[in-house]
Each structure stands twice: as C-alpha cells, then as structure tokens.
C-alpha cells in the first residue's frame, strides 16, 4: 500500500462557472466544425444567387408577364426580392439548428459536455443564445445584399428603397425569422436526438407540411394554416400585409415565438429528465 | 473520496444495477471489476450524473455530480464510448470544455504535453487511432487537475505500451493522493494495477476487499485425484477433514488437503493412486469462478471477449 500523499483536495487549477464561460465553450464548438461553415456559407452563398438568378428571370420575362402578376411585383417588390431567394436557403439553417444539438448525440459528444456542465438547462440556453446570434448576424448580412442585388436589378421596372413603407423591417424581419427558425430546429434537435430524423422532420414540416396546410378547406383551414409557426413567422419578412391576412407582421412572428418557447420548453425538460 | 449507498437503476424492465453500495477511498487506485454487463459502466454514469438512479445515492466529496459548480475540477472522468465530434480537433476539443468553466487555454497546453498529444493537437479527433482517443479523454479528464478520477475500462483495446503507459500514470496520479476509480473486465489487468477491488456480477456486489486479499483467496489449491477406487478413497478423505467433489467415476477434486496427506491416507487404506495433481488456480479463475453464476450471457467462446456485444445496461 502507497503512503498516502497530503494533497490538497482543492483543484490547483483555476476554474469559475460563469454564463460567459459557456457562451465561449458553445462559441468554440460551434466555430470548430465543418457543418457549421457549410450551413452558414450555403446561406450566405444561395440566397443572394437565387435572389439574382430568379429576379433576373423575371425581368428576362417582364414584357410576356401577365399584367397581373406585374402588378404583384410593382405593388410590393421588397418581398418579392427577399422571397425569391428565400425557399432555397432556409434548409441551411434548419439543418445546422438540428445538428448543433443532434450531433452531440451521435458522437457521444453529449457526456463531454454534460460532465463539463451538469447543470443541463444553461448549457442548452447558452447554445441557443451563440447559434442564434450567429444566424442572425449571418442572415441580417445576407438578407440585405440580396435586397439591393435584387432592387438593383429591378430599377428599371420598379424602384424598391430600404424607406419604402415596411421595406426595412422585411429585411431585418427575414434575418429575424432566420434565427427564430434556427431556435426552432435546435429544440426539434434536442428533442428527437437524431441528426437525420431531426433534419428530415423539420424541414418536411417547414417546406412541405406547413404550406400544404393552406389547401385545408373552410375557415379551419384558414386559421390552422395562419397560426403555424414557420407560416406566421414569415410575415415578418414581407413588406406589405396581404389582404385578409388573420395575423399582423409582428403578431405572427410573436406566434412564431411562442411556439419555438413551447418546443424550447418541451426540449429543456426531456434534457433534464432522460439519461444523456 | 467516492460514495454509493443503495445505488438501484432499472432500463425498461432490466435492473442494471441493484442495491449497490461501496465507497472508494483517496491514495489509491481501487478497480472495479466485473464480467460485462456486470453493470460497471451504468454505475459510473450514475456516479456522474448522465443517468438518473431510481434510488439510491451517489456522491463525490459528500456532493452529488449535479451539484458540483465547477465538475471538472472535482472529478476527471474517461468513458468507455468516445465522447468526442471527430470533426473537432483536439485543441478545440479540450479548450470547449476547459471554457465552460473558466480553466484558461494554458492548461489546455498542459495536459496535451502531459498525455503527449501536443504534436497532434490540431488534428481532427476523427483520424485518431484509439490509443490516442484515449489519451484525448485521459487529457479531458485532467483538465481540471481533480482529485478524484473516474475511469471506464481506460486500456481497453489500447497496445501492450499504451497499456502500461495508462497503467503507470493511474498509479503515479493515486500516488499524488488522488482518488483513482477505474473498472475493467479484465482480472489480470486489475492485478497488476488495483490495490482495492471492488468486483460486481449482475448489478450487485461480490466482493469488496484489498487486491492481496483477493489474490489469497484465489490461491486456495485444488488437487485432482484419479484412483479405481474413488469412493472408499472419497469417504476417507472427507473423513481426514479434506474437501472432495466428484468429478467422474474415478476422478475427484480435492480441497483442504496438500497431496502429502492425500497420499499418506491412500497408502494406509491401500487404495490405489493413478495420478495425484495439484491444481494452481489463477486468479482468473477466482475471478471467474467468483463471478460464474453472475456472468449475464456465457457465450460459446470467452466471457472475457473485449469485443463481445454488451447486455442492454451497458450499451447505452
């Protein structure tokens, strides 16, 4: 038997347990992995190409164009040009909000993590106060040049400006709706715990569930499809209200809000509750 | 100093670990031993609160994991399953978990030099042989400097030196006056570096005693016997105070008894010795023979398969 050394029980490391720490301990992990580059880069790359490409066609087109539809694009053009870049990118961020959570499951990740930070609730708070900043930041950037690529590419048919009525709010609204939906794929993530599960089930909902609910018929269908929460949270991002339109801009992405706080919720008490 | 009292946990309908309770004492390094599926690795996450107990405690320092401010630097911990995103390297591995709770990037340096990392340290996680995971988890766990470590089978599927590297710094980190805990499957392992066992079949406690004890008590000689006339020779043995179990018709293992006395008392009955050989039990085989009713799948080939699939406790 070993004599037993005096040792001091306390560590002679220095260590404090602060939020700040764990904002730059979910910083790091973020920044460290490729998909994070990959989902960040695709959204900065795709929206403002699918927003020249796709306003570029449609001027290509302006004199075949229904008067209608001229009218559409003429009587609001922030949104036009913010949406038409839009549906391409937005599965950028549902898959990195999944991965941020769902990734550390399927590599065993999680125990580091949560042996570094028992106490589980701030560790899924800090991770969703550092990727939402990120996407935001991203986003905001990436919503405002594809703006004034598409305004510019326009001018010649509509004049579209920052100071017309809603115009700036849609712009920051879209980089708003971005990191709101990206919240919203982080608690799915930590929900299902499962990156291809996670991935599928949020951007089958987002890209194909929730719009098809509009084809619901009657009045339900009008409600159900205008209290979802990725279809209400999008008004944000539009400039003008459409007509008969059940939610304001704000409102529906306040419902937007409430729903990933629900799923926020939901994820914070199984993280606590089941075995890591 | 780590404390279980009364540790129970149950998946679905399966107990992985029963009415558990022991306690591991600081200056040495105790092993926890058990056939696989014995419930080590469930004992360990309850230990360190990924798992819940559904009664029971587990407690280091009179404090449960959960509620330690700063975990890392009261308790190092290396489990069996990597815990690491093989796309991160291992610099940024260790400075994530170092930043959660204030270690500074200096000590990230430190137990990279310590456990000899520092050449790979940029290197993704991923393309590291198993040898060098295991190092990156040694490293994790040392991060905080804690006096108490908590380590899941750390040589397993690890080389002959990388073996007796983890095995000499397990040693040298218990010497300092640290609490050492770390389980294996493997008897022989433990041997040569447990000075306390604490050995466990089914979720429950065996054993629970100095590694010398053990070894003793594995040592107790068996002699096999073979004569024609094994039961007069078996009635008169017993009756000497030895130990006999029928193995055959003519063939009998003797306990209690050196083969001296066995065969002076064959030679004043007249009974008729055809081979008389003492049986050198290893500890292995104590071990083995201790945890033989215990063992949750006996396979064809050997319990003691490194690879061999786990039972539902462990594998989670």
Sequence with gaps: MTATAARPTASTVASRATFGGLLRSEWTKLRSVRSTGWSLGLLALLYPSFTALLIGLTTAAWDDTAASDRELITGDPTTVILGSGFLISQPAICVLGVMVIASEYSTGMIRASLLAKPGRLSMLAAKGVVLSLVVLAVSLVAAFVSFFIGAAMLSERVEASLSDPGALRAVVGTGLYLAMLSLFSLAIGAIVRRTAAGITGVIMFVLVLAPLVQLLPGKFGEYAHAYLPTEAGILIGQATQQEGSLLTPWQGFGVFGLWTAALLALAAFLLNRRDA | ?316
């Excluded at chain 2, 456990?115 to 790979?120: A, F, K, N, T, Y």
């Excluded at chain 2, 990388?162 to 040298?172: A, D, E, N, S």
Aim: charged share 25%; glycine share 12%; hydrophobic share 40%.
């Design chain 2, 1 to 316: 100093m780590i404390e279980a009292k009364n540790l129970t946990k149950r998946y679905g309908d399966k107990v992985a670990v029963k009415d558990l309770s022991f306690t591991v004492g600081p200056g040495k390094v105790t092993g926890f031993l058990g056939p696989n599926g014995a419930g080590k690795s469930t004992t360990m996450r309850l230990l360190l609160g990924l798992d819940h107990p559904d009664r029971g405690t587990a407690t280091i320092d009179g404090k449960r994991y959960r509620e330690l401010t700063t975990p890392l630097a009261a308790v190092g911990a290396l489990l069996e399953a990597k815990a690491v995103h093989p796309g991160r390297t291992a610099y940024n591995h260790l400075l994530c978990l170092a930043q959660s709770q204030g270690i500074g990037k200096k000590r990230v340096s430190e137990v990279l030099d310590l456990v000899g990392l520092r050449e790979v340290a940029h290197k993704r996680a991923g393309n590291f042989s198993l040898g060098m995971g295991q190092r990156l988890g040694l490293a994790a766990a040392l991060l905080g400097d804690p006096a108490v470590l908590v380590l899941d089978e750390p040589v397993n599927g690890l080389d002959p030196e990388g073996i007796l590297w983890v095995r000499t710094f397990m040693r040298q980190l218990a010497a300092e006056g640290r609490t050492v805990f770390v389980s294996s499957h493997l008897m022989n392992e433990m041997a040569v570096t447990a000075e306390h066992l604490i050995i466990i079949g089914r979720g429950s406690l065996i054993a629970d005693c100095p590694t010398q004890e053990f070894i003793e008590r594995g040592k107790k000689q068996t002699v096999l016997v073979r004569s024609p006339n094994a039961d007069e020779l078996s009635e008169a043995l017993t009756r000497a105070g030895g130990t006999v179990t029928r193995n055959d018709d003519n063939e009998l293992s003797v306990e209690d008894m050196d083969t001296t006395r066995i065969g002076e008392i064959a030679s004043a009955g007249g009974y008729v010795l055809h081979e008389v050989v003492p049986q050198r039990g290893t500890l292995e085989e104590a071990f083995m023979t201790l945890t033989r009713e215990s063992v949750e799948y006996a396979g064809t080939g050997s319990t003691h398969d490194a690879d061999a699939p786990k039972s539902g406790g462990e594998a989670r």
